[in-house]
């Protein structure tokens, strides 16, 4: 079974270190998000359950994804494992199975009984709107032209018992899908899910094209179909073992005030004009735990990587089949190392990851034998293998990110960049890297030269 609550027992019996229980009543409004940061402080990375949240009936749990080690327990492989895995098992999805019951429905809330006062009241920063988030929903959503259902993480910000803001990146899936309803007149319905098991979260993220289903690649990822049940009260079809789902719709043409919120680049974005979730029903398990992710910390910034990077490789493979890596170290950031075998390549992979991602604001193309692990390596070869007048390219306007602090459209329209990296092959001055012969290397045996005298 791929649940939270399977997930969690096996971190307490293969990782019983992963796992912290505190019993102590705690404040939804900062102390948690300050207790996982004075963990992080201490490089310590556990889910954190809390039994006792001030002013809510419901357990939380928070941080499940938060390392990759936990990310490798639940795909059921190494660390070193991960990227090709995730990319092997999402390249044989698994159609789900409907069930006609679940765990998940067996308490339903249907219009007056839904009160959104009675989750956990989270704020995390300082500088955060004082209305409470809820950041571990994963939204659902059906294209009215194709019928397909997309998935994606959508922070949702309490506005009153029954309606949140739904912040939906402009370019993303749940964007495109919300403006062909919103272009009909017509309201888009919904369903919002959390507490699952990291598989799902991380189908989830899988970036793609629209016509991939996101629930065949969890059944990829867990190499066994998703279970799923209907809602309640629309069409939509949510996790049969999820611990929460709230369902209804986002109306056409209404906006309102959203943030400001703290996000995963470490800053905070201003206020935004944000359509509206009015929740028509709350469904749940009967002792049901409340997910949670602390925004800007470790599982937020983790949980995307898979597959953004599984995205970005593929989109450079197409661009330049000799691509061989794609790292994401930092936001808004991608690494790539290429086995080059012409000058013009690095900036053809360049121009396919603008393209393919509002998130790609920064790409660097560097040869195979720099380590795109590490960053020093990277930064030394942007500092040696580059002439800024003719390795530099930018491009302007774009779509990127409004969460980018320098974006200083509400639109996301901004410029990005491009680093060419390698080391050029045709050039009037040959470049020439200090090396050692390997064979020499090998033959010496160190302990013969460093005899004491
Ligand atoms: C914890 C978390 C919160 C997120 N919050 C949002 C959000 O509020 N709005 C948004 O558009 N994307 C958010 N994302 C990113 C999307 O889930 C991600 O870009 C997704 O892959 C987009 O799906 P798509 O490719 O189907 O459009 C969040 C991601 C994570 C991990």
Known sequence: MHDLRTFLDTVRRERPRDIVDIARSVNPKHETAAILTKLEQAYRFPILFFRCVAGSPFPVVTNV??????????????VGELSRLYAARCAQPVKPEIKSEGPVQERVLIGKDVNL??????????????????????????????????????????????????????????????????????????????????????GALYTGSAETEEYDIIGGLQQSPLALVNCVTNPLH????????????????????????????????GSMSCPMFKVQAVTSRQDPIFQDIVSGHSEHLLLPILGMEHHL????????????NVRLLVPLTAYVALEKKDDSQPQRVIEALWASDIYAKQVIVVDADVDISDLREVATAVALHVRPDRDVYIHHPTLGTELDPS????????????????????TTRPVIKNRVSKQLLESINLSEFLQPA
């Open 407 to 426: 974006c200083e459209s509400g639109d996301g329209t901004t410029a990005k960049l491009g680093i060419d990296a390698t080391l050029k092959t045709q």
């Open 117 to 202: 006062e009675s989750f956990p009241q989270f704020v995390y920063h300082q500088d955060d709107a004082p209305q409470p988030y809820i950041t571990a929903a994963i939204v659902v959503a059906c294209d009215p032209q194709t019928g397909k259902s997309n998935l994606s993480f959508h922070r949702l910000m309490i506005v009153d018992q029954t309606t949140t803001a739904v912040f939906m990146a402009r370019g993303k899936h749940l964007e495109q899908i919300y403006r062909k309803y919103e272009s009909a007149g017509e309201p888009m319905p919904i369903a919002a899910f959390l507490g699952v098991h990291p598989a799902c979260s991380l």
């Open 313 to 324: 490789l593929e989109a450079a493979r197409t661009a330049v089949p000799t691509t061989v």
């Open 238 to 269: 949510v996790p049969a073992e999820a611990e929460f789902v709230l369902e209804g719709l986002v109306p056409p043409q209404t906006r309102v005030n959203e943030g400001p919120f703290g996000e995963f680049t470490g800053y905070s974005t």
């Open 65 to 78: 994804c938060g390392s990759l080690a936990r990310l490798a327990l639940a795909l059921r492989c190494s």
